[in-house]
Nanobody, 119 residues
Framework: QVQLVESGGGLVQPGGSLRLSCAAS????????MGWYRQAPGKQRELVAYITNGGGTKYADSVKDRVFISRDNAENMVYLQMNSLKLDDTAVYYC?????????????WGQGTQVTVSS
Protein backbone atom coordinates (compact mmCIF):
# COMPACT_ATOMS: atom_id res chain seq x y z
CA GLN A 1 0.00 0.00 0.00
CA VAL A 2 1.41 3.35 -1.07
CA GLN A 3 1.84 5.90 1.70
CA LEU A 4 2.83 9.50 1.15
CA VAL A 5 3.53 11.80 4.09
CA GLU A 6 4.03 15.51 3.51
CA SER A 7 5.78 17.91 5.82
CA GLY A 8 7.22 21.41 5.79
CA GLY A 9 4.13 23.53 5.44
CA GLY A 10 3.44 26.54 7.58
CA LEU A 11 2.91 30.27 7.74
CA VAL A 12 5.25 32.47 5.76
CA GLN A 13 5.30 36.11 4.76
CA PRO A 14 5.05 37.19 1.12
CA GLY A 15 8.44 36.88 -0.51
CA GLY A 16 9.51 34.12 1.83
CA SER A 17 10.49 30.54 1.15
CA LEU A 18 9.39 27.09 2.21
CA ARG A 19 10.60 23.62 1.44
CA LEU A 20 8.00 20.87 1.37
CA SER A 21 9.01 17.25 1.76
CA CYS A 22 7.16 14.05 0.92
CA ALA A 23 8.24 10.68 2.29
CA ALA A 24 7.02 7.76 0.20
CA SER A 25 6.71 4.12 1.20
CA UNK A 26 5.05 0.97 -0.06
CA UNK A 27 6.07 1.49 -3.68
CA UNK A 28 8.95 1.09 -6.07
CA UNK A 29 9.68 4.78 -5.83
CA UNK A 30 12.07 5.03 -8.75
CA UNK A 31 9.46 4.04 -11.34
CA UNK A 32 6.86 6.61 -10.31
CA UNK A 33 6.28 10.14 -11.50
CA MET A 34 6.10 12.24 -8.36
CA GLY A 35 4.20 15.47 -8.16
CA TRP A 36 2.89 18.25 -6.01
CA TYR A 37 -0.63 19.57 -6.33
CA ARG A 38 -2.42 22.25 -4.37
CA GLN A 39 -5.96 23.18 -3.54
CA ALA A 40 -7.01 26.59 -2.33
CA PRO A 41 -10.37 27.17 -0.62
CA GLY A 42 -13.18 27.13 -3.15
CA LYS A 43 -10.91 26.08 -5.99
CA GLN A 44 -10.12 22.84 -7.76
CA ARG A 45 -6.96 20.93 -7.06
CA GLU A 46 -4.26 21.95 -9.52
CA LEU A 47 -0.85 20.71 -10.53
CA VAL A 48 2.09 22.64 -9.15
CA ALA A 49 4.94 20.52 -10.49
CA TYR A 50 5.93 16.99 -11.28
CA ILE A 51 9.15 15.08 -11.83
CA THR A 52 9.30 11.90 -13.85
CA ASN A 53 11.25 8.78 -13.04
CA GLY A 54 13.83 10.01 -15.54
CA GLY A 55 14.15 13.39 -13.87
CA GLY A 56 12.12 15.42 -16.34
CA THR A 57 10.12 18.22 -14.76
CA LYS A 58 7.05 20.26 -15.52
CA TYR A 59 5.79 23.34 -13.67
CA ALA A 60 2.56 25.26 -13.65
CA ASP A 61 2.95 28.65 -15.30
CA SER A 62 1.98 30.35 -12.06
CA VAL A 63 5.02 28.98 -10.22
CA LYS A 64 7.69 28.80 -12.93
CA ASP A 65 11.06 30.18 -11.86
CA ARG A 66 9.91 30.36 -8.23
CA VAL A 67 9.38 26.69 -7.43
CA PHE A 68 11.68 23.72 -7.92
CA ILE A 69 10.88 20.04 -7.57
CA SER A 70 13.47 17.39 -6.86
CA ARG A 71 13.60 13.76 -5.83
CA ASP A 72 15.94 11.44 -3.99
CA ASN A 73 15.39 7.91 -5.18
CA ALA A 74 17.73 6.48 -2.54
CA GLU A 75 15.63 7.96 0.26
CA ASN A 76 12.19 7.74 -1.40
CA MET A 77 11.75 11.48 -0.99
CA VAL A 78 10.41 14.25 -3.15
CA TYR A 79 10.85 17.92 -2.37
CA LEU A 80 9.28 21.20 -3.40
CA GLN A 81 11.39 24.30 -2.87
CA MET A 82 9.17 27.36 -3.03
CA ASN A 83 10.67 30.84 -3.22
CA SER A 84 9.25 34.34 -3.56
CA LEU A 85 5.97 33.12 -2.17
CA LYS A 86 2.83 35.07 -2.97
CA LEU A 87 -0.55 35.37 -1.28
CA ASP A 88 -2.02 33.27 -4.10
CA ASP A 89 0.25 30.36 -3.15
CA THR A 90 -1.85 29.81 -0.04
CA ALA A 91 -3.32 26.32 -0.30
CA VAL A 92 -3.14 22.77 0.95
CA TYR A 93 -0.28 21.07 -0.89
CA TYR A 94 -0.58 17.40 -1.73
CA CYS A 95 2.09 14.92 -2.72
CA UNK A 96 1.16 12.62 -5.60
CA UNK A 97 2.61 9.37 -6.88
CA UNK A 98 1.60 8.42 -10.38
CA UNK A 99 2.14 5.41 -12.55
CA UNK A 100 0.47 4.14 -15.66
CA UNK A 101 -0.34 0.46 -15.80
CA UNK A 102 -1.59 -0.86 -19.14
CA UNK A 103 -2.98 2.54 -19.99
CA UNK A 104 -4.72 3.00 -16.65
CA UNK A 105 -3.75 5.92 -14.46
CA UNK A 106 -2.96 4.96 -10.87
CA UNK A 107 -2.69 7.88 -8.43
CA UNK A 108 -1.81 7.89 -4.77
CA TRP A 109 -2.13 10.95 -2.53
CA GLY A 110 -0.80 12.20 0.74
CA GLN A 111 -2.93 13.86 3.38
CA GLY A 112 -1.71 17.34 2.50
CA THR A 113 0.19 20.09 4.24
CA GLN A 114 -1.09 23.64 4.68
CA VAL A 115 0.88 26.54 3.26
CA THR A 116 -0.32 29.99 4.28
CA VAL A 117 1.26 33.10 2.83
CA SER A 118 0.24 36.13 4.82
CA SER A 119 1.68 39.33 6.17
Amino acid sequence: QVQLVESGGGLVQPGGSLRLSCAASGLIFSIYTMGWYRQAPGKQRELVAYITNGGGTKYADSVKDRVFISRDNAENMVYLQMNSLKLDDTAVYYCNALRWTQGVRDDSWGQGTQVTVSS
